[in-house]
């Protein structure tokens, strides 16, 4: 499995500060790649910009 130079411990990023989250806000993969499928959010993001996941009627 990939392991990025940047994962410190179990899941820190040292470029984030945070979790790693790969492709979220400063991490090297961000712009670059996306992953769709991912449920959870960035911690970076500002909360009010994340999209709200929409309900099916
Ligand atoms: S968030 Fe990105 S840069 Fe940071 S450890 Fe994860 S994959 Fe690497």
Known sequence: MW?????IGEDDCRLRKTGCYPGGK???LYGK???PLRDEDDELDDPKKRS????PK
């Open 3 to 7: 392991d990025c130079k940047y994962k």
């Open 26 to 28: 400063k991490c090297v």
């Open 33 to 35: 790649f996306e992953f």
């Open 52 to 55: 709200k996941k929409k309900k």
